[in-house]
């Protein structure tokens, strides 16, 4: 059994800064694609940054040259360092792993419990 766990969302002004960040706990398997959604209230889930095993990255366009994400192999780790944030920001930030268990090939789809992000002056 695998769990994620989100941390770094909070409250800040417009212009300002945040750096989230998912761990995934257990053993004997291993993560593919790493991922960052978000879901404002009432609306589906956006998914706003991808990245591969290998460090290949893609962003949802609105986010382009603010958010950087990343991924720290040896800890399981997934991090989304958030820059020049508006307050079209706000919103549940969900971290999102491909994991594959040791002795299957079949992937599966985890999700960290979701940590709120909220811009505002």
């Known amino acids: 059994q695998v769990q994620l766990v989100e941390s770094g969302g909070g409250l800040v002004q417009p212009g300002g800064s945040l750096r989230l960040s998912c761990a995934a706990s257990?053993?004997?398997?291993?993560?593919?694609?790493m991922a960052w959604y978000r879901q404002h209230p009432g609306n589906e889930r956006e998914l706003v940054a991808t990245v591969s095993k290998d460090g290949s990255t893609n962003y949802v366009d609105s986010v382009k040259g603010r958010f950087t994400i990343s991924r720290d192999n040896a800890k399981n780790a997934v991090y989304l360092q958030m820059n020049r944030l508006n307050p079209e920001d706000t919103a549940v930030y969900y971290c999102?792993?491909?994991?594959?268990?040791?002795?299957?090939?079949?992937?599966?789809?985890?999700w960290g419990q979701g940590t709120q992000v909220t811009v505002s002056s």
């Open positions: 999102n792993a491909e994991i594959r268990f040791t002795g299957w090939s079949t992937a599966f789809e985890y």
């Open positions: 257990g053993s004997r398997f291993s993560i593919n694609a």
